[in-house]
């Protein structure tokens, strides 16, 4: 369906568009992938998705294009998420909407549908989840519900693809929900609002609702407007002694609520595993054990199932690159082929024993709902450097690739927080640096050591936070986290997942193995090394490593873990002829210094290049001071 | 009990109910607060407590919400006994 290339023919947008609009957390991302294909990283936490996201397919009979939007609770506010929703329904570009509504929150979820009726979208209501809500006792009357919002409602069970043909079926028949009216006195406030919008494309009831509850850029009205909402806003706070914006969201949740009660009954919820498992899991004392019992767990399955694997695989690499070798002779062509080979069979060395099951791993963390409660186990001692439990998110993402846990650094709602999240997530020892520290400490010091040095990144990074917050003060409002309940993690999500990390990693990565790993050979070959080196002694003197060290370290910019690999091949013996202490102070100097270019390009994205520019400045300052202080203690 | 009795949340213990009175603290932490369902009227539970200083779990409107200290210290709440369905 995806592939299809047919469709696109008249000019501008020939294609109709549908966007998927929800509540975090609905499974607007699941029902996303079932629909074009794995295309989006779906998860059981909150905010998974951070930008919109395209795919192509058939939709309701035709070809169409599919957008999955940022997990929103309103259309009103200003956080990222809701001003990427936002800005992308207003466009005027989007033929239909599909509020995913995650059925067992239904009341909560119908106070969106109502701001969505004020836009004047068609739509659809899909109530997804439905299971849950039989889980939570909660049985819907899905005919009544359409009739009283004037909209088709299907109800579905995205992760296991139950109800999706239906719903795509039923987009033609979209239509723009019915809007019950406000009080009185608010329609009022609206109307004089909305009276003064006329040059205003669009819907003015929405725009005037912004307006009233005092969103949305009071400074470029035209001042007409300008006094309209003024006026408004001062009478009805006046009449009610509340905050015009609290009047809007307390009489839509009433109205929502009231729309709840006339389509849904709540009986008794059914008790499982998933409401036992918190007993323990998220216990005040028992918890933190748990916790620690969880992550060491995770390493250990990783190591064990990549030295498993590597253990396999490694012996059969090293035969092939020795006949290579053998096959191509000499000279400055034998030299770039044979690394350029080397270089990828590195990579395929590394990818495949262990980044697949840590991938696996942290997919099964995702899915099955753990990350939220980590953040919530950790507040308390996020408090303590000044952050609190939702930046543990970024930094177990971290774990796994920076440039993800940059991104997921949106998912908090303070400005400060985000900066300092990020500014410390990008010395998280992601996948590639976790190959260094395996594949040079662990391997030849040992693993004892390998685990002090994850230990002691946590350290460095938590005084990082505690200076950094102390020159950024201002303490955002603190923790506010919806934790999901527990889901049985599916096997085609985890798959898919994993397929689509790694899918990035070797696109990028496997090219770049071979081209650096081929060119450095070549200057060997030709004698060029030694100059480069030479340019980059002021890192390396001081770390008490050999010159050799230069090249690698300047690639490891592109991509951590090719340093390792360039270092390999630039000894003579290869990396085993450094000493321990220097494999150490190596290791901890790649921990820390500029982060990779990917990371550095998103970290511009997210936070402006002078603050990226800082960052690089700071971690690199970070890593020598602490290259060259192991060095005088080891 | 009487009905003008009113506590912060975050002085509620594990199993506790209450119906939330009002919301301190700002306009911006107290709109994302009633998105969630944490409103005056409301009905919450606190289902536990972080270690450390850490947050509160509340049950409302039939999900659960971390709420940091500090913030469930701006929300009071008259509290309503133990909940017939403690312990689920």
Redesign the interface.
Known sequence: MATDRRGAGKAGRSLPRVALVGQPNAGKSTLFNAIVGYRALASNFPGTTVEALRGRANVGGRRGEVVDLPGT??LL?GDLAERVTREFLLSGDVDAVIQVADA??L??SL?LTLELAELGIPMILCLNMMDEAEH?G?SIDVDALADLLGVPVVATVASRGQGLSELLASLPTAKPARRPPYTADVERALARIAATLDGDPGAPIHRAAQLLG?EGGQATLDPRTARAVEEARAELSQGRGE?P??IL??ER?AQAMRLFEAVARVGQPQ?GWR??L?DVL????A??PFLVLILLGLFALVFWAGGTVEGILSPWLDGLSGRIAAALGTGPLAALLGGAWDGLAAGIAIVLPYLVPFLLLLAFLEDVGYM?RV???????M??VGL??KSVIPFLLGYGCTVPAVLATRIL?DERDRLVTAALAVMIPCAGRTIVIMGLVGRYVGPGVALLLYGGNVAVVALAGWVLTRLLPGEG?????????YRRPRAKNLLGKTWLRLKGFVALAWPLLAVSSGLLALAEALGWARGLNASVRFLTWPLGLPSEAGVPLVLGILRKELSLVMLDEALVGGVAALTQAQMIVFTVFVLFYVPCLATVGALGKELGWRRTGLVVLGTTAVGLLLGVLVRLLV | MSFYFQVPLSSLPPGGVGRVVAIHGGRGPSLRLRRLGLRPGALVRVATVGGWGGPVLVEVDGCQVALGRGLARHILVEPRGPSPGDGH
């Open positions: 609770y309103s506010g067992s929150l009341g909560r106070a939570k909660i005092g905050d914006g609290v969201a307390d949740h008790v409401e036992r918190d998220m216990h005040p004392v918890g933190y939220p953040g919530f186990l950790l507040d308390g001692l408090h303590k609190h439990g709602d409002p603190g923790l506010i986290l919806e934790i999901p309940p």
